[in-house]
């Protein structure tokens, strides 16, 4: 779009031209031709003008509607000079009174402009509609309604500078658009303009959460007084909205926006109607000689006319006139010659720009699009932003992301809510009484703990504790989960940090919980290794550290976070001072069980004999943790409701447990004759060893129905809760697992892929008592750390050799063991797996009736609720998704690739 120049200089023509030449110009200005395409009112202006010494002639209107008084007023309807409304629109609309150079659109204005909601897609157009009825009562700048007639004068070049006040003045409509529409929403729909007809927007009187008028109206004058030099929003009144918060201000913008794209679309129709194509003959004739061009812009194949400004009507629509060219060439040695005749010395000559071809309306998309792509795309962010969470905005990106839960609200959790824990309660209980009377421990000079870091595995109950802390305390809780401070923009953490931290010492005493805070919490060495450092979240780390420090000892704020993996903490964050306590929470005990069963049961309809059911429950579920156990009372109460059952029977909580270790049942998996044998023979081998192995763990059901993924089938043991075991207990629970392999070697002429699994778990229970437990007098009693992310061994090639050879022969011993016993009892394992091949599922009462009593005693817990006639109740039942059906016996079919384990 560069433009060169030509030539330059203004013509003064007349007074140097011969007598005779001037009264042949005037002569051919007074052709009908010009009058023509000249209003009236440009003409009286012209003739009026004193200073166009070279041309004073003026083209008469041949119009007929120029002629017709009625109609010779047309032009002044096109007129953007302000225009009062009627008495009638006041009666209809109501205005809002209007700040200093502040206009409102004409009626014809906004007509125009209505007519180009058609052009857009109808879920604008509604949009667009609003605005205009806003537009109505707000007016809009004076100087945007300069601009855009500047736009129409034909060139549609904007400077800089008039760019900025468009901009400004954008900014400046959907402000007060915006305080209309805020307005409006906060005194009810039905309200026809949302206040008082006398009520002015400095006059509004603020509600609750808005700002004073004259506060945002002060600051705003100043800085729109210093900068800008057009005289806007000078003193007294001011468009912009006086409410507090700017809620409605991006879909103002958004639609004030749309606005402008309508009024280039309508400058430019409007302008484009005002087009009129001329020859270069009549361009010669009836501007050119008579010195009405100002400048010649060549566009393409065309040359548009810029005429004096007097040679164009003050007020009313312009006109721009063109003519097409062969070439560029041609055209330039027409105007030489035209302008040699004329006698225009080379000094005067009309100067000739060259653009790039391209409309007006192109040109302006090339001069504000990125502009208004870069609004666009801010809104676009806010509104999805928005949208995506409840609220907030691209704006709020710094603010915390903390729910905020208060005693009245939400926190209604109590500690007796809060099954088993106790030793975590007791540690808890003391936040619970320093918040609530911190007194008692400041008197004696005790500094109040700062924090405890929860940790322990998934599902142990951390975020309730933590929640019931708040709901005992009856203060303040903000909830935030570590990776929330995690965002893509850098610097977001910290300042996040600073505001949840922020908000908690305006709250407080409060609580702030900061749930999975390994996500940010890491030690900063670790995270840095290899592949660079995560500086985002170091600094992240780095407030929170700041931030605790940054209590004093009187401020009842109280930070508890939860994590799955406190060994891999910032000690810095670890250290008294910051996160005084840590309290471990483990999966519960038998103890434990038994109490969170309670909790869930009393939520549940049973008949069955509440301490027998929460015992036996219990034994079922060691390892289970609350979450789980949660889990598998709302399992059993599904199963029994989908088997139609009154109240939920403990063979529904039997199958929900049984669903929860083994994964749904998959009926579609048929095995064919020779694979299910096998798989019974398997399963087996392992009850067997169960049985007759005096360190393993109670057997309590075998299977041969497949369950979740790719187990063919399988052997439910009971283990205790156990916290020590010893080579025993070890080299028999190996035995048995050994048990499905050596069975089948025993009773087929082959083997099959199945046992792989069971390797995986020997060769890992040997290598752990190789290089971790001290158990192999060869190794001794030494302890090599297992890091697969460790490049290099931690120990030197023989001793890997060593480790080897000690590994292998625990796993022989245990083979021998396994083989040994299962051909003793070869009878045995033949008995179980034809049983099984008949009813597909054993449980303890068949195996006892097949084998006899097992020799060796069970645990306690164990006999207690599983010898006797309670056990086994569910006998011979497995879980079906229609627990009342039998379980369906399957039709044979091949067995699908890589489903081998069992
Ligand atoms: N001790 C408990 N008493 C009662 N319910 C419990 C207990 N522990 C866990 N639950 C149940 O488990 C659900 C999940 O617990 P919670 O969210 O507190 O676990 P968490 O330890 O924070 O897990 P994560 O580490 O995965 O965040 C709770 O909503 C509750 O229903």
Same mark, same amino acid.
């Given at each position: 779009m560069?433009r060169?120049?030509?030539q330059?200089g203004?013509?003064?023509r007349?007074v140097?031209l011969p007598q005779?030449q001037?009264?042949h110009a005037l002569h051919r200005?007074l052709?009908?031709?010009v009058?023509r ?7 009286s202006?012209?003739?009026?003008t004193?200073?166009r010494?070279y ?8 119009d007929?509607d #120029?002629?017709?008084p !009625? &109609?010779s007023?047309?032009?002044d309807?096109n007129e953007?000079?302000? @225009? %009062?409304?009627?008495e009638k629109?006041a009666e209809e609309?109501?205005?809002l009174?209007?700040?200093d150079?502040?206009?409102y ?11 180009f909601t058609?052009m ?8 667009l509609h609003?605005i205009l009825?806003d537009l109505k009562?707000?007016g809009v700048?004076?100087e945007?309604?300069?601009l855009l007639?500047?736009?129409r004068q034909?060139?549609?070049k904007l400077?800089?500078l008039?760019k900025?006040?468009?901009?400004r003045?954008v900014v400046q409509?959907a402000?007060r658009?915006?305080w209309l529409?805020s307005?409006?929403e906060s ?5 026809? #303009?949302g206040?008082? !007809? &006398?009520e002015?927007?400095?006059?509004h009187?603020?509600?609750?959460? @808005? %700002?004073?008028p004259g506060?945002?109206?002060q600051?705003?004058a100043?800085s729109?007084?210093s ?10 009144r001011?468009p912009?909205?006086p409410?507090?918060g700017?809620?409605?201000?991006p879909?103002?913008m ?17 302008s484009g109607?005002?087009?009129?194509e001329v ?5 010669r ?6 010195g ?10 065309q040359?548009r006319?810029?005429?004096h400004?007097e ?8 006109k ?6 062969g070439?560029?060439d041609?055209?330039e040695?027409?105007?030489?010659e035209a302008?040699?005749?004329l006698?225009?010395?080379s000094?005067?000559r009309?100067p ?10 192109g040109?302006?998309?090339?001069a504000?699009?990125?502009t208004?792509l870069?609004i ?8 999805s932003?928005?949208?995506?969470r409840?609220?907030?905005g691209m ?7 903390a729910?905020k839960?208060?005693?009245e609200s ?10 088993g824990?106790?030793?975590a309660k ?5 936040f619970v009484?320093f ?6 421990f400041e008197k ?6 700062r924090?405890?870091?929860?940790a322990?595995?998934p599902g142990t ?6 929640k ?9 809780f903000?909830s935030?989960?570590?990776s929330?401070?995690v965002?893509m ?5 910290p300042?996040?940090v ?5 908000e ?6 409060c609580?702030?919980f900061?749930d999975?805070?390994d996500a940010i919490?890491?030690?900063r060495q670790?995270s840095?290794r290899g ?11 780095n407030?929170i550290?700041t931030e605790?420090?940054?209590f ?11 994590t ?7 000690k ?8 005084d ?8 005990t038998m ?8 909790v869930?049961?009393k ?5 069955e ?5 929460i015992?036996?429950l219990s034994?079922l579920?060691p390892g ?6 949660a889990?598998v ?14 109240d ?10 049984e669903?929860v ?9 048929v095995?064919k004759p020779?694979?299910?044998k096998?798989?019974?023979?398997h399963?087996a081998?392992?009850a067997?060893?169960g ?6 763990d109670?057997l309590?059901?075998?299977s041969i129905?497949p369950?979740?993924?790719g ?10 809760d156990a ?7 070890l080299?028999d ?14 009773h087929f002429?082959?083997?099959?892929t199945g046992a792989s699994?069971?390797f995986?778990?020997v060769?890992?229970m040997?290598?752990n008592?190789?290089t971790?437990w001290g ?8 302890h090599?750390e297992n890091d697969?992310?460790?490049m290099?061994?931690?120990?030197a090639?023989?001793t890997?050799?060593?480790i ?14 396994c083989?040994k016993?299962?051909t003793?009892?070869?009878t045995?394992v ?6 099984l ?5 054993l449980?303890?009462?068949?195996m006892?009736r097949?084998l ?5 005693g069970?645990?306690e817990?164990?006999e207690k609720?599983?010898?006797g006639?309670?056990?086994?109740e569910q006998?011979?039942t497995a879980?079906t998704?229609?627990?009342d059906q ?7 079919k ?5 489903e081998?384990?069992r």
């Open positions: 560069s060169y120049l030509r330059s203004q013509l003064a007349l140097r005779h001037r009264l200005a052709q009908p031709s009058a395409s000249i209003s009236p009112a440009a003409l202006f012209r003739r009026s004193p200073w010494p041309s004073t002639n003026r083209p008469e209107s041949e007929k #120029s002629k017709d !009625k &109609n007023k047309q032009p309807k953007n000079k302000e @225009e %009062k409304p009627s629109e609309d109501i205005h009174p209007l700040p150079n502040w206009v659109l004409s009626k014809n204005e906004l007509e125009q402009l209505e007519r058609h857009l897609p109808e879920a604008q157009r509604e949009n609003n009825r009562q707000t700048p004076i945007t309604r300069e007639q500047k736009m034909g060139s549609g400077s800089m008039d900025g006040r468009l901009i003045s409509t402000n658009v915006a529409q307005q409006r005194k009810g729909p039905g309200s026809f #303009s206040f008082d !007809k &006398n002015t927007p400095d006059e009187v603020p509600r609750a959460g @808005e %700002k004073a506060q945002d109206h600051s705003k100043k729109e007084e900068g800008s030099s057009s005289g806007q929003q000078k003193g007294g001011n912009q909205p409410a507090g700017n809620g409605g201000w879909e103002a958004q639609s004030v926006l749309i606005i402008l794209l309508s009024l280039w679309l309508w400058d430019t129709f409007v109607g005002n087009q009129e020859t270069w003959q009549e361009m004739a009836n501007f050119l000689d008579k009405l061009v100002k400048k010649f812009v060549v566009v393409g194949g040359v006319a810029e005429l400004p040679a164009q009507p003050p007020n009313g629509a312009r721009t006139y063109y003519f097409t060219i070439s560029v041609a055209f040695r027409n105007l030489t302008q040699n005749e006698g225009i010395p000094s005067q009309i000739v720009s060259y653009e790039g071809g391209g409309s007006t309306l040109s302006m998309f090339l504000f699009g990125p208004l870069f666009g795309l801010i809104l676009w962010t806010q509104r932003m928005g949208a995506g409840g609220g907030g704006f709020n990106f710094g603010k915390s992301k729910k839960f208060n005693a939400a926190v209604k959790v109590k500690f007796s809510d809060v099954a824990l106790e030793e007791t540690e808890i209980m003391e009484s918040l609530k009377q911190p007194q008692k004696l000079g005790a500094k109040i703990p924090g405890a870091i929860l322990g595995p109950g951390k975020t309730l504790l933590a019931a802390t708040a709901g005992e305390s009856g203060v303040p903000f935030v989960s570590g929330e401070f965002e923009f850098v610097g977001v953490g300042s996040r600073r505001d949840l931290f922020a908690g010492r305006k709250n407080a005493p609580i702030i900061i999975e805070i919490g890491r030690a670790e840095g592949f660079g450092g995560n500086d985002e979240r170091e600094a992240t780390l407030q550290l605790m420090d940054g004093n000892t009187r401020e009842q704020v109280v930070v508890l976070a939860g799955n993996r406190a060994d891999v903490l910032d810095a964050l670890m250290r008294p001072g910051r996160f306590r840590h309290i471990y929470i483990d999966r519960p103890k434990g069980r038994k109490e969170i069963f309670d869930y049961l939520k549940i309809v049973t008949n004999d509440k301490e027998h059911l015992g036996r034994t579920t289970f943790s609350g979450a789980d156990i889990n009372v709302n399992e059993a109460a599904l199963i029994a409701a989908r088997a139609n059952a009154d939920v029977k403990m063979k529904h909580f039997e199958q929900a447990i669903r270790i083994g994964g749904l049942e998959r009926k579609s998996l095995l020779e694979e299910k096998t798989v019974a023979y399963e081998g392992h067997i060893c049985w007759f192995l005096q360190h393993a109670p309590l059901k075998v129905i369950r979740g993924q187990a063919l089938g399988y052997a439910q043991y009971l283990p205790q916290y020590l075991m010893n080579t025993n207990q080299m629970r190996m035995a048995m697992t050994m048990g499905g392999r050596v069975s089948e070697e025993l002429p082959t083997v099959t699994d069971d995986k778990k060769t890992q040997a290598r008592m190789v971790e158990m192999s007098d060869k190794v001794g009693p030494v090599f697969p992310n460790r290099t061994k931690p120990f090639e023989a890997a050799q060593a080897d050879q000690e590994v292998q022969r625990i796993v022989d011993d245990a083979y021998q063991k083989k016993l299962l003793e009892k070869k045995q033949g008995l179980i797996a034809e049983e091949l008949k009813k597909e599922v449980v303890r009462d068949d006892v097949i006899g009593k097992r020799p060796f069970d645990n817990e164990f609720y599983f010898s006639g309670k056990a086994g006998g011979g879980e998704d229609d627990p039998p379980t369906p016996a399957p039709a044979f091949q067995l699908a690739e890589g081998s384990r």
